[in-house]
Every structure is written in structure tokens, then in C-alpha cells.
């Protein structure tokens, strides 16, 4: 079992940025690949980032390519999401996963653990 927090969520203007943390005190962070989602109200869970096991490899949605960096440090047992450039539409509930697949997987489906979920507002 791997109990997954999240931290970092909030208010901030369009433009701004926010990072985001998800820690675990539980086992070792660095065998599950790890991925950031989120979830608008009526809307589907989508992934936004995901990074494999060691960190070399990432994955980003379109609409978050050179805005969003996905990153991992594995002897913190940490991955960070560092949002830049906010839009309004990025407003969700954000939610860290972690997946026992190899590499970078993209569906919530693939994903054995989820955090609780932190809430990122982002205004006009």
C-alpha cells in the first residue's frame, strides 16, 4: 500500500505559476512511474504529466507542453508538478497517482494509487 499526499494547491491570477509536491512515507517512491491529474467539475479525470521510474522520461498533454514541467527526486521519495503560465481552464482538482506499468503510462486506469487531491484555482 502506498499512501500518496499532495500539497501545494491554490489560488493564484492567470499567469501565475504554482507547484505542486506529492510525497509518500511508504515504501520506495522510485519503483512506481508517477503521474499528475485532474478533474474540472463535470468533466473526466485526464492525465496532465507523468514521469517514469527514474525520471528520464516524461509524458505531457498537449495543453500543457511548455507550461507544465513534471519532475522527481526519488531520495525524497517526491515528484513535483511546477505550473507556469496559468490559465483558467487549468482550474481543477489535481491529483497525484502512482502506476506499477513501466514507463510512462497515461490512463488513470493504468494507476494503482491515488492521493487525495488538491484543489488549483486559477483567475481571470
Known amino acids: 500500500q502506498v499512501h500518496l499526499v499532495e500539497s501545494g494547491g491554490g489560488l493564484v491570477q492567470a499567469g501565475g505559476s504554482l507547484r505542486l509536491s506529492c510525497t509518500t512515507s511508504?515504501?520506495?517512491?522510485?519503483?512506481?512511474?508517477a503521474g499528475w491529474f485532474r478533474q474540472a467539475p463535470g468533466k473526466e479525470r485526464e492525465s496532465v504529466a507523468v514521469i517514469n521510474r527514474s525520471g528520464v522520461a516524461t509524458y505531457y498533454t498537449d495543453s500543457v507542453k511548455g507550461r507544465f514541467t513534471i519532475s522527481r527526486d526519488n531520495a525524497k521519495n517526491t515528484v513535483y508538478l511546477q505550473m507556469n503560465s496559468l490559465k483558467p481552464k487549468d482550474t481543477a482538482v489535481y491529483y497525484c497517482?502512482?502506476?506499477?506499468?513501466?514507463?510512462?503510462?497515461?490512463?488513470?486506469?493504468?494507476?494503482?494509487?491515488w492521493g487525495q487531491g488538491t484543489q488549483v484555482t486559477v483567475s481571470s
Open positions: 497517482a502512482a502506476s506499477t506499468y513501466l514507463g510512462t503510462p497515461s490512463s488513470p486506469n493504468q494507476y494503482d494509487y
Open positions: 511508504e515504501g520506495t517512491f522510485s519503483s512506481y512511474a
